[in-house]
Each structure stands twice: as C-alpha cells, then as structure tokens.
C-alpha cells in the first residue's frame, strides 16, 4: 500500500529482509532452515565476515556474526524487534511439525483477540528471537 507523503508524492514499500546478529550465525542459519525448511546461503560480508541468509517462503533473514561487544549483556532487551511472525496455512499442523522437529513453544496455539479467525503461537528461536506463527480462517462473506 503506498503511502501518501506532504504534495501526494506516492512512496511505495514493500518488505526486503529481517537482519538478525548472532553469536553464532551457522547455527542459527542451521535452526531456521530446519525448523522452518530454509534454504541457506553463504556470503561474506563487506567486513570480510561470513553472512548466513536463510530464504523461508519470501522472507529473507540475514544472519551475522556479532562482535564481542555486541553479545547480550543477560539484560532483557526492550527496544529494537520484539519478534517476526511467519503466516501458515493451518497453525495446529505446523505447530505439530515444528514440535517434531524440536521447537520450544513460550506461547501455545490460541485464538487471538485481536481479529476474528487470528490463531497465533509464539517459538523461541537461537539467543531469545521470539518468532510468531499466525494463521486466519477465511471470513464468511454474505452471497
């Protein structure tokens, strides 16, 4: 959906990718193509460091490696990405699925209340990274 700005000049946006740091990025890149069937490739960065990019569906996550001095205090970080979400065709089969590939649920399947027919759940990813899975039931249309 463009966004109108100041005269209506249109500025158009559409998603490119989600750059994620990690303290091991191999791994990480390893978690998401298991648990989500993500196609891994490997390249190196301008820093001369190696990038993991893991194509899951038509999202793109970037992986880096994070520097000493990057690396989590431990303390509980409330700014930047909370989480991504991922949308499923049917949240209770793809959850049954990644709970056989291993994923660790914080939030269990449920129905939201945010909108009609919204289910969501909630998986921890390597270092903390909350990933959503959504699904939504067609919405009745009156014929």
């Known amino acids: 959906m463009p966004f109108i700005h100041g005269e209506g000049t249109v500025i158009g946006y559409s ?13 990480t890149a390893r978690y998401y193509r298991d648990l989500f069937d993500g196609v891994i490739h490997e390249s190196v960065q301008l ?3 190696r990038r993991f990019d893991v194509k899951i569906g038509s999202l793109n996550l970037y992986i880096a490696q994070a520097s000493p001095e990057e690396h989590d205090t431990g303390e509980v970080r409330s700014l930047g990405i909370h989480h991504f ?3 499923v065709d049917d949240l209770t089969q793809a959850s049954e699925e ?3 590939r291993g994923a660790r649920f914080v939030e269990e ?7 009609a027919g919204l289910r969501v759940a909630f998986v921890e990813g390597p270092e903390g990274v909350l990933i959503e899975l959504l699904s ?8």
Do not use: Q, W, Y
Request: charged fraction near 35%; proline fraction near 8%.
């Open 15 to 27: 998603f490119d990718h989600i750059h994620l740091k990690s303290r091991d990025p191999e791994v």
């Open 109 to 115: 399947p449920r129905t939201s209340r945010l909108r």
């Open 47 to 49: 820093n001369g460091r």
């Open 98 to 100: 990644l709970r056989r």
């Open 85 to 87: 979400a991922l949308r």
């Open 136 to 143: 939504t039931a067609p919405i009745a249309t009156e014929v």
